[in-house]
């Protein structure tokens, strides 16, 4: 399972901003499209600080 961590961070930052236009989670002072990028730009970081796991570990 550890060589999935990755996919399985990336696949909440997707459900995240499915569900945010889903239940339309609305952030005073934000536009759509900046909730959108902060929330892609944490997922990103997120995937980026998961190590990288060999398929044998």
Do not use: C, T, W
């Amino acid at each position: 399972m550890r060589k999935y961590s990755k996919f399985f961070v990336a696949l909440f930052g997707v459900g995240a901003l499915i569900g945010l236009r889903h239940f339309e989670v609305d952030i005073p002072g934000l536009d759509a499209i900046v909730r959108d990028l902060i929330v892609g730009a944490l997922v990103a970081g997120g995937v980026y600080q998961v190590p990288n796991q060999s398929a044998d570990q």
